[in-house]
Nanobody, 121 residues
Framework: QVQLVEYGGGLVQPGGSLVLSCVAS????????MSWYRQAPGKQRELVAA???????DYGDSVSGRFTISRDYDRNTVYLQMNRLKPEDKAVYYC???????????????WGKGTQVTVTS
């Protein structure tokens, strides 16, 4: 069964930047409605960024103005550009694909295993 694969996590200092990428485990699979979520230990999973409809985007309040979601249709890849990172951004970041944004990501989404982002001085 197809799944997503996230790349780009790592260790970065506060104020630094990272870019995450997300691809399908099988190159023949076409990505649909894409979004990024994150989960820190002991906390609920939260929305980071999403394409809600076409090119319209939505961001979590804590990352708005710092993170940018984008996609490259030719490369069949979704990106998350993260700037001015803060210690509270430390989490496992997951990519999600579903046919409509209105669908529950837990029930209808395709997920990757996540990539760890650590922000520390």
């Amino acid at each position: 069964q197809v799944q997503l694969v996230e790349y780009g996590g790592g260790l970065v200092q506060p104020g630094g930047s990272l870019v995450l990428s997300c691809v399908a485990s099988e190159s023949s699979y076409r990505l649909n409605v894409m979004s990024w979520y994150r989960q820190a230990p002991g906390k609920q999973r939260e929305l980071v960024a999403a394409f809600t409809s076409g090119d319209v985007t939505d961001y979590g309040d804590s990352v708005s103005g710092r993170f940018t979601i984008s996609r490259d249709y030719d490369r069949n890849t979704v990106y998350l550009q993260m700037n001015r990172l803060k210690p509270e951004d430390k989490a496992v970041y997951y990519c999600n694909d579903r046919e409509r944004y209105s669908l529950s990501p837990e029930d209808y989404g395709i997920w990757g295993k996540g990539t760890q982002v650590t922000v520390t001085s």
